[in-house]
């Protein structure tokens, strides 16, 4: 589980983060909404103790990464919009380089390449060097490193920009399984259709601030609209729906 409560952080003059507050359970996948500019990569970094914040309280696994942020890394997945990759590498060197930095033996880290790899569709590019790639096909090798070392806790932003419809499918199989396992999945999006499939708490913050949370049969209740974008829009204000 990630519980945020009242979280602050500021750039100099910026206000990135003017008061953030939500709990994420375990065993379901939670849709982090909000304009361009809102603050959600932010808000992310600081639940991965990348940054530190200015107030507030942050526990991922009843832990805080401010003061133990190894101990949450070895607990978390996190895909970024920077995949990072190595172009001379395969696939499967590519992954077994970044089992190995988390602790896994060799034994152990070639066998779960060979179940991530079934779980994201991806033996088709296992052996072949990343070089040439398709964004989707990084974006499937950059997930994979997430998932490899089992965390219970992922932090996904825009985990299917770039994807073809068949990668779509298997990523949304892959969050499923994950979902049924116990993950606390929170995932950074614009696509609705994605959180009306696969979400069943919506984060949504405008400004630097959580402005609802509920599922979405419950934010469109809430406002009075049925179709969830609208209802989105309705949420954080005309103007800034429209720039997401």
Partial sequence: MIEVSNVKKQFGPVRALGGVSFTARDGQITALLGPNGAGKTTLLRLLVGLLKRDQGSILVGGVDPERDPMAVRANIGFLTDQFGLYERLSTREYL????????MTVGAVQGRIDEVAELLQMNDILERRAKGFSQGQRIKVALARTLLHRPRHLLLDEPSRGL?????????TALGALRADGCCVIMATHVMQEVTHLCEDVI?????????QGSPAELCARTGIANLEDAFVSLVGTDEGIAA
């Fill in 204 to 212: 949504v913050i405008a400004k630097g601030c959580t402005v609802a």
């Fill in 164 to 172: 073809d419809v068949m990668s779509t499918r298997a990523l949304r």
């Fill in 96 to 103: 077994a380089y970044f089992g190995e930095l988390n602790g």
